[in-house]
């Protein structure tokens, strides 16, 4: 089994930064998958990572550090649309184990 | 256009009834997966297929079934053994994980089921 920790809320001002940082506890991790998921729709793919490291697409980034089981997703520029759930997600082998998600909610 | 689409958005049902919920794709990916969502839970897997006429149970399959007859379906039966039905349901698909490569889950949008 898997234990995925993230924070359950954040707020932040609109054109600031915010940082998600997930958590977690595999025995055989096998890459992790950022979602973002607006109230009452679909989850929608934002990022992946298996190496160690940063990945960066556009406004968001996600880093990964597989020693210490930690990844983070990094939001900049908020914008109030990017006021959403964000879901971390752990594959082991062939399925997907997700955390309960970070709330965003990004003040003018 | 490619996607997944669940049908009904929203459905109501008795208690004791079961009921069907449709997951179709046309993305031609191998694998398909039924989630269950609460209110301040993670997505909980129900079950999951990585090819037609093949499926497993997830980590909360008691009171639920399903088949793959056709690559491109999923259905998911709540059946009337299911304790605590009401829910959000998201089907999702991806390329078969055991091949390789990202296999990202592409979700659909979801059927709100709510028993009386």
New interface residues.
Partial sequence: GQN?DQP?EMTATEGAIVQINCTYQTSGFN?L?WYQQHA??????LS?N?LDGLEEKGRFSSFLSRSKGYSYLLLKELQMKDSASY?C?V?E?????????TTVTVRA | DGGITQSPKYLFRKEGQNVTLSCEQNLNHDAMYWYRQDPGQGLRLIYYSQIVNDFQKGDIAEGYSVSREKKESFPLTVTSAQKNPTAFYLCASSDNPLAGGTDTQYFGPGTRLTVL
Avoid: Q
Wanted: aromatic share 16%.
């Fill in positions: 995925i359950t890459g998958f009452g729709e679909a989850p929608t793919f992946y298996v879901l997600a594959r082998r062939d399925k997907l184990s997700f955390g309960a998600g």
